[in-house]
């Protein structure tokens, strides 16, 4: 009886509970001796330099705010004073423009304000190459507080239109001038007969793609279109030569002129539009 007693208290629910509030207090002692650890980071140590982190944060946002309404009366005041007002005005860049038809095409004039046109020079821009079509590139540079220079490049001469008995300058982008000139100038050559821009076109490309050692042989360029083959060109050579091609095929023939040259006996024509032949001119009876 008695041990049939032992065993039914051994089980005994309040002796259970006493055996897992001492294990939950040894428990929650353990745990608060970790926390308590040197070195260890509690909420009472991070306080501190929490607290430090935001003062920093709080100071640099101070500074920013304070740099940007500086920043801005600084600008407000040199916008408002005379000390933004263009004193000098240059241009940089020209080789056959005048300075002063890029002055005047801009629409600055001294006196105006620096920030006011940088802040408007795409239209600058526009207002330079619409009016001068040899102006390639456009960029403003202030130096000094007050002082303008307009940098530009220009587009390259690389032929003359021969029509109506007068050369208008031919641009490296295609364009056309609309200056008359009574010859043409330096070595480029002079383009005859080109009745549309397609044409002209594929004669600039073929100028463009010759050797450059023949480029400075050649003289006019002079579209000679027949029914059978609407691009048949001829090149007439500063040596007295002529040269007959397609104008879609002629720059990789033309190498071939310079040894055929030195076969012919006298001044005569190249054929290179189908194969590759030469004719002497026939000669005046004297």
Known sequence: MKNNKKQLGSHDPLQL?????????????RQRRQRLKPGRPTITNQLPQLKKQR????????????GIFTLGSLTATYFISTKSDIQQLAVNGTKSVPDQQVINASGIQLGDNVLWQLMHHTKTKYNIQTKLPKIKQVGLQVSQINHVAINVSEYKTVGYMFKHKQYYPILENGTILKTKMTQSLGNSPVYSHFKNDRYLKLGLKLYND?????????????????????????????????????????????????????????KGKIDLEVGAYSKLFKQSKS
């Open 17 to 29: 509970l006493k055996v897992w509030r001492a294990y939950q207090i040894k428990r929650w002692k």
């Open 55 to 66: 003062g920093k944060k709080i100071r640099w946002q101070l500074v920013v705010i304070l």
């Open 210 to 266: 010759i050797p450059d050692s023949i480029q400075s042989a050649v003289s006019e360029i002079r579209l000679t279109a027949q029914n059978d083959n609407p691009y048949q060109v001829h090149l007439y050579m500063n040596d007295g030569n002529e040269v007959i091609g397609d104008l879609r095929t002629l720059a990789k023939k033309i190498k071939y002129y310079p040894v055929l040259v030195k076969q012919m006996d006298g």
